[in-house]
Nanobody
Framework: QVVLMESGGGSVQAGGSLRLSCAYS?????????MAWVRRVPGKDHEVVAA????????FYADFAEARFTISRDKGKGILYLQMRQLQPEDTAMYYC????????????????????WGQGTQVTVSS
């Protein structure tokens, strides 16, 4: 059974930084072929912030994250990271770690419904 556990959320002022971590276990090379950070802003649908795939390693970033956020993974430790910089109030959301062993067709890995395993989430609040 895949277990995903996020940490690192919190409250920060605009312009600040946070690093989210997701410790994952019960995984293998197949069921974590793709991993992502997905957020839900209050009143909006879930959206993929950033994703990482293996074989070869590739990354995806939403437009709003491209220049400010960095996704990375330490396979040896079983931890997925999201380094967030220049945070803005509109980044306030619940951030979820997600994983999928499915095959991505046509960029499916950039959509929340592609992911089958989810953590409980960690709240990020950015004040102006």
């Amino acid at each position: 059974q895949v277990v995903l556990m996020e940490s690192g959320g919190g409250s920060v002022q605009a312009g600040g930084s946070l690093r989210l971590s997701c410790a994952y276990s019960g995984t293998n090379r197949y069921n974590t072929q793709y991993m992502a950070w997905v957020r839900r802003v209050p009143g909006k649908d879930h959206e993929v912030v950033a994703a990482i795939g293996t074989g070869p390693e590739v990354t995806f970033y939403a437009d709003f994250a491209e220049a400010r956020f960095t996704i990375s993974r330490d396979k040896g430790k079983g931890i997925l990271y999201l380094q967030m910089r220049q945070l803005q109030p509109e980044d306030t959301a619940m951030y979820y770690c997600a994983a999928s062993g499915r095959m991505s067709i046509g960029g499916q890995w950039s959509t929340p419904t592609f992911y089958t395993e989810w953590g409980q989430g960690t709240q990020v609040t950015v004040s102006s």
